[in-house]
């Protein structure tokens, strides 16, 4: 099996994913992974997709670039190398922030994450809700990390309660098994 990473991003129009899975399904690619994501009229996706031949993958991109989606909708496909993608042994975190938005929250906590040269797998992030009888915006971030087998987590999960206790948020890390 080979493996292809593709992503795109412009105006939002119906049929953006049609268009795109469409054209994996028709070279016998699976898809693997997606996500996507519609912000202030643009839309963003991203996927990893497997072809039973690099053959197949590489005339796939090729029709992948050539997709006339929409003007100004830009896409980027290539082969995944297989050391594009080790698995990095280590233990998974979920580490989730919640409370009163407020500005440089995720700069705070990417910062500790940069610093110690942790690799973000996922970030989500924005206005979860809002409290009630005031409207007021509660912000929540949650980012997935894997920590090295050697690593010691402790100084970074001081930092990060730090920072939630200076920002006064909740914050929860959960080891994923």
């Known amino acids: 099996m080979t493996l292809m990473k593709a992503s795109g991003i412009g105006a939002d129009r119906v049929g953006i994913v049609y268009a795109i899975t469409n054209t994996i399904t028709l070279h016998q690619g699976n898809i693997l992974h997606l996500n996507s994501l519609q912000v202030a009229g643009d839309y963003a996706i991203t996927l990893v997709a497997e072809f039973p031949e690099t053959e197949t ?9 050539a997709l006339p989606i929409v003007e100004g909708f830009l896409i980027s496909a290539g082969e995944i190398a297989s050391d594009d993608h080790p698995m990095q042994e280590g233990t998974k975190y979920v ?83």
């Not at 993958?57 to 670039?65: F, G, K, V, W």
């Open 57 to 65: 993958m590489r005339t796939a991109i090729r029709d992948l670039h």
């Open 95 to 177: 580490i989730t922030a919640m409370g009163h938005d407020r500005t440089g929250i995720l700069e705070s906590f990417s910062k500790s994450f940069w610093q110690r040269g942790i690799t973000l797998q996922s970030v989500q992030a924005g206005i979860a809700a809002h409290v009630p009888f005031t409207g007021t915006p509660m912000f929540k971030c949650e980012f997935t990390v894997t920590l090295p087998a050697l690593f010691a987590p402790e100084p970074l999960f001081e930092e990060l309660v730090h920072t939630a206790v200076e920002n006064e948020l909740t914050l929860h890390i959960t080891p994923i098994p």
